[in-house]
Every structure is written in C-alpha cells, then in structure tokens.
C-alpha cells in the first residue's frame, strides 16, 4: 500500500470511529487524571525525582526544534495555509518535540516511574487485588500511602520502544499541510495510536493475551482515540508533556479502575478530589491525639 492510500485510510478509519469516542466520553479521563494527581500528593515522588532529568531534556529537544525547524516549516505552511502558516507551524513543531520527548523519556527514563503511578492510582482506588497480580504490596491506608504501599514488582516489563510508532508518526506528518483539519486529523490519528499504551499495563495485570488484548482495543477503539487524543492535545503545552504524561497515565489507570467497578460515567466512582484522603488524614490526626 502507498503512502498516499495509507494516509487515506487511515483517516477514513479515524472519521468513522470519532463519533464513538464521543459518545465514550474517555477524553475526559487525561482532564481528570491532572486533577487527581495534584490533590493526591502520594503520588508525586516518581515525578519529583525524575523532574530535573525530564525538564533537561524538554529543553534539549524544544529548544533546538524551534531553532532549526520553525522557520522552514512555517514558510511551507504559509504558503499552504496563508496566515494561519506560522500557527500551524507552531502547533507543529510543539507536536513534534512533544513526541521525541515523551517517546525518549518513556523508553529510558520513566518507564518504572510511570508504571509506579499507574499501580498506586489502582490502590488509592481500592483495586489492590489486580495490582497484586504483578507486583508485592506493602501493608498501610492506600490514599495515604500512595506509591510506598508498592513493592517488588513481579511481572514483565512492558515494551519500552516501538519504532512503528515512530515510522507511523513521520508517515502521518504530511497531513499537517491541510489547513486546520490537517492539523487536527493529525493529532486525532496519533491518539488513535497512542491511546492504548496507557492501558499496557492494565491489560497486563489482566492477564489479556494477546488475541483478548487486540480485541479489547478493538471493541473500544472509539474511547482510545478519544483518550489518546485529548492527551496529545495536553501534551502540545511547552515543557509540560513529561508532567501530563504522569497526569495522563493517572488518568489512564482511574479509567481502568471505573472499568473494574462497571461504571459509565467518568470521575463518579473515583476520589478525584481527593475528598477520602482529607477523610483518612482527619482520622490518622485523631488516632495520634
């Protein structure tokens, strides 16, 4: 198949399925997923300790990018697409830097991190039983203990690199020279792609093959598209992706504990606000009094 008759496709494919993910309401889930983590404060040390390293090479791919790749694709987007050229450039541009980060940070810096946050949200949310499926859990209040209550995994790692993704992304770019749509089609194809890597590790606690794992994924493909893009869009935000890549995964792993519990609605059987955490601090406060 060309890639002209790929691109096609694909985008067809995207069209037909994007009123499902409507529907599916899941691109609330990365929304969701920052609020819980900023009122969950045991889930914050994986992000802590790789800040620094992470924020270095934000720098390092942004800044370079913007520098040496701005202007020329500015200058064919605007001949293209005429004053919206150099906006389309920089949705671009932030686009690409975004992909090389989270995809050079996912593979070899944060691939325990983020496997770290996904497992404590579990717990914090009572799903102790599945993570216990694939690592050791310590003794102590889940909304409290956050990431302290996970020990020794005893699973798999997951798939660190996939350079397909990497082939599919550059294939899909030329859509960027489409006007608006372009643009859009463009994010919306790469979360089509993207999506289901958040539930990797769901599905690997599940025990999914890999047959009941492409048939989960396709049975749901409308609620990962919608997902995954709501989360590229997240991430276009400069020298924040690594930071939403967490909130993300967050929000990832609340999604599969309302899976769990059977609910259909978004944020109402998880404690987004952090309301049972105060709850279990107020208790502790008055135990040590």
Excluded at 142 to 168: A, R, T, W, Y
Aim: proline share 6%; glycine share 8%.
């Amino acid at each position: 198949m060309s890639i002209k008759n790929k691109i096609t496709n694909e985008a067809s494919h995207v069209a037909h399925v994007s009123s499902d993910g409507v529907t599916s309401r899941a691109y609330f889930y990365p929304p969701l997923g920052l609020i819980y983590f900023i009122t969950h404060p045991s889930l914050w040390a994986p992000l802590r300790a790789n800040i620094l390293p992470c924020l270095l090479l934000s720098f390092g791919v942004i800044v370079p990018m913007f520098l040496f790749t701005y202007l020329p694709q500015a200058a064919i987007l605007s001949l293209l697409n005429g004053p919206l050229g150099p906006i389309n450039a920089a949705a671009l541009v932030l686009s690409e830097s975004a992909f090389i980060v989270t995809t050079v940070a996912k593979s070899f810096l944060l691939e325990h991190a983020l496997l770290d946050v996904f497992d404590a949200t579990l717990v914090s949310e009572g799903q102790e039983a599945l993570v216990s499926k694939g690592r050791e859990l310590k003794p102590g209040k889940s909304g409290l203990e956050g990431v302290k209550k996970l020990g020794k995994s005893i699973s798999k790692p997951l798939q660190k690199f996939s350079p397909e993704h990497i082939i599919q992304y550059v294939i899909f770019l030329p859509l960027n020279l489409i006007p608006i749509v372009g643009t859009a089609a463009f994010l919306i194809i790469q979360g089509r792609k993207s999506g289901p890597g958040y539930h990797a590790r769901y599905f690997q606690l599940k025990g999914f093959s890999n047959e009941e794992r492409t048939a989960y994924i396709a049975s749901h493909k409308g609620a990962y598209v919608a997902f995954g893009t709501a989360s590229m869009v997240m991430n276009l935000v400069p020298l924040a992706s690594i930071a939403f890549t967490f909130t993300s995964t967050v929000g990832a792993a609340l999604w599969a504990a309302e899976l769990e519990k059977g609910t259909k609605n978004p944020g109402t059987e998880v404690d987004v606000k952090g309301e049972q955490v105060k709850d279990q601090w107020a208790s502790s406060s008055k135990k040590d009094l």
